[in-house]
């Protein structure tokens, strides 16, 4: 059988044995190309990922004025800082779908002087902007969604940001309050910022004020509620990226459901990546882990239990989750997730109409799914364009004969091998 722009995944055939090394961490990859680009001298990215997100990133700064050069073979950014602001005074930028760069991008170009406009695909245009948006205009920017109903396209008529005092909104992306850190120091007053309401995926911004910190900035804080960030700028640094815990999670999953060990190295107990928390969550369905300073390592039996899982901080795993459920020996919830529905496509209800189409029965609520476990069917799986529904599905073909992976090419969002170092699993 076969069907154009499918990819079909290959059962295993015995358990696996394999080390699977992952590229860098996207998250991290483009927090060091804005800081690098906001900093004063020469900043070298190593180990950094090159993906649709990150490539939207650097070609962005590019555009502003900021040299941006990428070695392929060393997986390394070299990037000539502007100080705190860039040389452009008018630019169009197209980010894709990458939430990253348009959150970040939108807050950094106010520090700027001119008009610049920040665009993406369709999908975009419907992902909500504009609690940052508003927070910006409490510190003194000139910001508005062109469309006037609070998504992209972004217009900014930038004259330098005063800072000084704002409060941002967080319970649909805890991106938009580190966009608002992460100028903090190039503002003229600083930034004094109080989170309203919940804040979703809180390690993220963790993230945020490290990497700020590699490149010498501070940030003052009171838990999750309050935030001060000094004006000062950011100086240039050698900067090394972890390999991606959130595309690690998939080789992990694959252990628990197969069978088997996989082991990723340069992911430990001093990540900074919140993803690495899903290793635990296998643990809790039954699976061994091993989590050391240098590796983590899943071994597993292919038996998986139920379980009920708060998944608002490491989001992005809950779509493997979900997958694990039809496989898992009762059901499996998962929690706290109404976020997902405002991202690359709304990814409750992907996952659980792609369940269904599997034969899976699936409760939906607003903020949650639950999974039934059951006979799994041979189908080709819809991706929404969505490079997590794409992965995450993949493994079901590990189990399951007949898997097809609709649009394969989504995957380059954020690991564009990932296929590759899937097939690698059968050798």
């Keep these: 059988m076969s069907e154009p722009d499918v990819y079909w995944v290959r059962p295993l055939t015995q358990p696996l044995q394999a080390v699977v090394r992952v590229p860098g961490s996207k998250s991290l990859t483009n927090r060091a190309l804005l800081l690098a680009a906001l900093a004063k001298g020469t900043s070298t990215i190593e180990h950094a990922l090159w ?12 555009t502003l004025g ?26 169009e930028l197209f980010v894709g779908n990458a939430g990253t760069a348009m959150r970040f991008l939108v807050a950094a170009l106010c520090l700027g002087r001119g008009v610049f406009r920040v665009d993406g695909t369709p999908r975009m245009r419907e992902r909500p902007i504009e609690d940052l948006l508003a927070a910006l205009r409490e510190l003194g920017a000139d910001v508005r969604s062109e469309a006037g109903n609070q998504c992209p396209p972004v217009l900014i008529r930038a004259a330098g940001l005063k800072g000084g005092r704002a409060r941002v909104r967080a319970e649909r992306s805890s991106q938009y309050l580190s966009a608002l850190l992460q100028v903090g120091p190039c503002s003229e007053r600083g930034l004094e910022i109080e989170v309203e309401g919940p804040l979703v995926a809180a390690p993220y911004v963790d993230m945020t004020a490290a990497v700020m910190a590699a490149f010498g900035a501070r940030v003052e804080r009171e838990g999750y509620r309050w935030f001060r960030v000094p004006a000062g700028g950011y100086e240039a640094c050698h900067y090394e990226v972890e390999p991606d815990a959130s595309s690690a999670h998939y080789f992990w999953a694959a252990a628990a459901l197969c069978g088997g060990s996989v082991r990723t190295p340069g992911l430990g107990s001093r990540s900074l990546q919140g993803d690495v928390r899903f290793a ?23 038996e998986l239990g ?3 899982a708060d998944m608002n901080e490491i989001s992005d795993t809950a779509m493997t989750l979900a997958v694990l459920g039809a496989f898992a020996s009762s059901p499996v919830t998962i929690r706290n997730v109404a976020h997902l529905r405002v991202q690359e496509s709304d990814r409750l209800r992907a996952v659980a109409t792609e369940l269904n189409r599997l034969g899976i029965r699936v409760e939906e609520a607003p903020d ?8 799994v069917q041979p189908a080709v799986i819809e991706t929404y364009e969505d490079h997590r529904i794409a992965m995450s599905f993949a ?13 394969p090419r989504c995957v380059e969002k954020t690991f564009p091998e990932f296929f590759a170092v899937l097939e690698s699993l059968q050798r």
């Design 66 to 91: 900021i040299p941006v050069e990428f070695d392929a073979a060393a997986s390394c950014f070299v990037v000539q800082g502007g100080g705190g602001s860039f040389p452009a005074r008018e630019a």
């Design 368 to 375: 949650a799914l639950t999974v039934y476990p059951g006979r």
């Design 395 to 407: 493994l079901v073909g590990l189990r399951q004969p007949g898997i097809g992976i609709r649009n």
């Design 51 to 62: 993906s649709d997100d990150t490539r939207y990133m650097a070609e962005a700064w590019q």
């Design 306 to 308: 139920g379980i009920d």
């Design 280 to 302: 635990e969550l296998l643990a809790c369905m039954g699976a061994q882990v091993e989590i050391t300073e240098d590796f983590i390592e899943v071994r597993g039996t292919g």
